[in-house]
């Protein structure tokens, strides 16, 4: 009604004023979480997987197995630092063109990699350096150049049904390969299909408050609603996948 209205046009003059500076802090923020959050997750899960035979690296990670680390005060650390993150994530979103904000979620493997590094007290290898290094510098590029060429409009009628349906399609091939595979094989592809389910989260959280913000669609309505659902589906999906991934290789992949 009225209310939602006119918490849409709050929503509006606030990103109008913000501009993507904040949004740029807030995601550069929520890349410390999600890194942070991977370490302490990936720590449990590589524990769980040493002691439990069911759950060996390079073998899929059981329900039983998965079950048994989410008790485990690490992952549960991790997964309040990634809610944290998404939030962060989220509210940038709404501030600024997913092309500036979804880049920046990148740095989180620099952040993982000095994360990793502190707490085994070993130093990363040269390769990987040299991985962080193009990877900060890519990131700058193409957000320097998107931040000042981007432009914010509602998603056209059907395309993110349509993406939606693509992106569900890369999923379900990645995590086929990852399942058919072990070794680093299945880390890559279970952590590309975890990556992609939560590339759509944000894909659909920008078009969701951009279609509401500019009044195309009520909050409550069925398109809303759907991509809510759509939202939550692939955030579980995708946390699964990332679990699949921590049981086989290193948590910065």
């Known amino acids: 009604g009225a209310g939602a209205a006119a918490g849409c046009r709050m929503i509006s ?11 740029i802090v807030l995601a ?23 002691r439990d035979e069911d759950d060996r690296p390079g073998r899929v990670l059981s329900l039983r197995g998965l079950r048994e680390i989410t008790r485990r005060p690490g992952w549960l650390a991790g997964l309040a630092l990634a809610g944290g993150g998404s939030t962060l994530h989220a509210t940038a979103l709404v501030l600024a063109p997913l092309s500036v904000v979804q880049p920046l979620g990148v ?8 994360l990793t590094a502190m707490r085994t007290d070993r130093r990363p290898a040269p390769g ?8 900060i ?15 914010s409009s509602p998603p056209p009628d059907q395309a993110t049904l349509i ?13 086929g390969l990852g399942f058919a595979r072990s070794g680093w094989i299945r880390c890559v592809a279970c952590a590309m299909a975890g990556a992609a389910a939560f590339g759509l989260v944000s894909a659909l959280v ?6 509401v913000i500019a009044g195309d669609v009520g909050p409550f309505e069925l398109p ?4 809510v659902a759509g939202i939550a589906a692939a955030v579980l999906v995708g946390g699964w996948l990332v679990q699949q991934a921590f049981a086989s290789g290193p948590p910065e992949v």
């Open 163 to 175: 993406a939606s349906l693509v992106v569900a399609g890369v999923v379900l091939a990645l995590a």
């Open 107 to 114: 740095l989180a493997v620099p952040i993982a990699v000095l």
């Open 28 to 50: 550069l923020l929520g890349a410390v979480c999600f890194a942070g959050a991977a370490v302490l997750q990936h720590g449990a899960v590589s524990a769980g997987s040493r």
């Open 206 to 211: 920008r078009a969701v408050s951009q279609s």
């Open 13 to 23: 003059m606030i990103s109008d004023l913000a501009g993507p500076g904040l949004a």
């Open 128 to 135: 990987v350096v040299v991985g962080v290094l193009l990877s």
């Open 224 to 227: 809303v609603l759907a991509a």
């Open 137 to 151: 510098a890519g990131v700058a590029v193409f957000v320097g150049a998107a931040a000042g060429t981007a432009v």
